[in-house]
């Protein structure tokens, strides 16, 4: 197909260009978690979905204290986190995230060593947020639909609103690109990922 084989192509040259400002971004970093006296290590790797249903391991600042999964089996625990959580997979000004990490945050900053990840082909600049093993059956999610294309950095749910929209709504969003895909919608998608960036649109 036309259309994918142009799409990767566009990947590899968006992943070549990423990783070359990747390394002194990666540099500033590690320096601004080491003046908080955080030493740990700055990338966070975490399983998750690919096209396909393939597993494979994505990669990004860590923007939260090294023990965050940790964290949240005890915020769980309370009843308003947890309605948080399971109707948007996300916490409202959540304690574990650092200074650091509320920083690299509004600017997307921490989405950015997934060029590597867009790279080797396991993700898509454009394409549906990659989610966790169990997320999707979690919200009763359809998996034929949300895996028939790569995930991706950026997508048609990231750059409507993200976080202010509910899990049912997102999902919705994420069929929508995954059935309308094309080189229109991804190039809009592009443009609307720059004005949401500089707005900071959805970004928690």
């Known amino acids: ?97 650092t200074k650091v990490g509320k920083v690299i945050r509004r600017g997307s900053i921490d989405e950015f060593p997934q060029f590597l990840n867009v790279l080797i082909g396991q993700m898509s600049l454009v394409g549906p947020r990659p989610l966790i093993p169990g997320e999707l059956e979690e919200h009763n999610g359809n998996a034929k639909i949300y895996e028939s294309v790569k995930p991706g950095i950026t997508g048609y749910w990231a750059v409507r609103g993200r976080s202010n929209n509910d899990y049912e709504d997102r999902l919705k ?9 094309g080189v229109k919608l991804d190039i809009k998608i592009i443009l609307w990922t720059f004005k949401a960036v500089l707005k900071k649109d959805g970004a928690k």
């Open 173 to 181: 969003m994420e069929y929508y690109y995954a059935k309308n895909c």
């Open 1 to 97: 197909m036309l259309y994918r084989f142009c799409k990767r192509l566009f990947d590899i040259i968006c992943g070549l260009i990423g990783l070359v400002f990747l390394i002194p971004i990666t540099l500033i970093v590690k320096i601004a978690y080491m003046c908080t006296g955080d030493f740990h290590r700055i990338f966070y790797v975490q399983e998750r979905i690919g096209r396909k249903g393939k597993h494979f391991k994505i990669l990004k600042f860590r923007s939260m204290a090294w023990d965050a999964d940790e964290q949240l089996k005890k915020l769980l625990k309370n009843k308003k986190y947890r309605e948080q959580w399971e109707a948007f997979q996300k916490i409202d000004n959540d304690p574990r995230i």
